[in-house]
């Protein structure tokens, strides 16, 4: 169970380490998105995605030096959330389907630590 934790960490990490640089960086079609579905200025969507950004790389390091529950249902629910959005914003569902895995991957780690940790 130790290497499927382990390989679920990393994978979890990566995925929030890689979406936090893309935010911070300010991806476009994201601001764009933030701007729309909550109605506000493009500097304050920059704003927003660089707080996002910056709080996906605060998980990514929590999930890889002490793997937190609640940081865990964070992730499940953020990584559902965004994925989400695709289709709300007018991309195809598969757009959504694709990205099970963000959060899928963090609600097994969860999962497998509550598990060993009841044992």
């Known amino acids: 169970m130790n ?3 382990w390989a679920l960490r990393i994978g979890v990490a990566g995925e929030f380490l890689g979406h936090g640089m893309l935010a911070i960086e300010g ?4 601001l764009k998105w933030i701007s729309d579905l909550t109605n506000v200025s493009e500097s304050t969507a920059a704003t927003l995605l660089l707080l996002i950004g910056l709080l996906d790389v605060a998980v990514a390091l929590i999930v890889l ?3 937190l529950k609640p940081v865990l249902l964070w992730a ?3 990584g559902f959330w ?3 959005v695709r289709p709300i914003v007018g991309q ?3 757009d959504f389907i694709e990205r099970f895995a963000n959060w899928a991957a963090p609600l097994a780690l969860y999962y497998l630590l509550k598990e060993k940790s009841s044992v």
């Open 82 to 84: 965004t994925a989400l």
């Open 27 to 30: 991806k476009k079609d994201w």
């Open 76 to 78: 499940v629910f953020w």
């Open 3 to 5: 290497k499927a934790i």
């Open 65 to 67: 030096v002490k793997p």
């Open 92 to 94: 195809p569902i598969w």
